[in-house]
């Protein structure tokens, strides 16, 4: 937000975030490629965990309390072969014209 110039919005907010896990090396090689094609999810941690901790992350930051936040998409799965896990969260909040923060 500071980079982009961009101060807290009073605007409502959606929100989508999506937790990509690494796969546990100890699965063997068909469970390996079960995860890759997102039949078996990772366990821990929750989603709502996931979800609370970006939404209370943002706090002052993005927007000015997380009560601003009419709509919320989140889902995990493990990574592909060759990514890395990672949190992809991106946030969209009303105005005349639609203003994005990828973070």
């Known amino acids: 937000m ?12 959606s929100v989508i975030c999506s937790a990509h896990f690494d796969i546990p ?3 063997s090689k ?3 490629l079960e995860c890759e094609a997102g ?4 366990k821990r941690p929750d989603i709502d965990n996931i979800a ?3 939404l209370d992350g943002c706090n002052e930051i993005v927007y ?5 936040v009419w709509h919320l998409s989140a889902f995990k799965r493990y990574c592909d072969h060759e990514q890395e896990a990672h949190l992809h969260v991106k ?3 009303d ?9």
Do not use: F
């Open 2 to 13: 500071k980079k982009a110039g961009l101060q807290p919005t009073a605007k409502r907010i």
């Open 30 to 32: 068909k469970k390996t």
């Open 95 to 103: 105005d005349d014209e639609v203003e994005y923060a990828n973070i």
């Open 52 to 54: 609370k901790a970006v």
């Open 91 to 93: 946030i969209q909040w």
């Open 39 to 42: 039949i078996h999810i990772p």
């Open 64 to 68: 000015n309390d997380d009560c601003m």
């Open 25 to 27: 090396k100890s699965y």
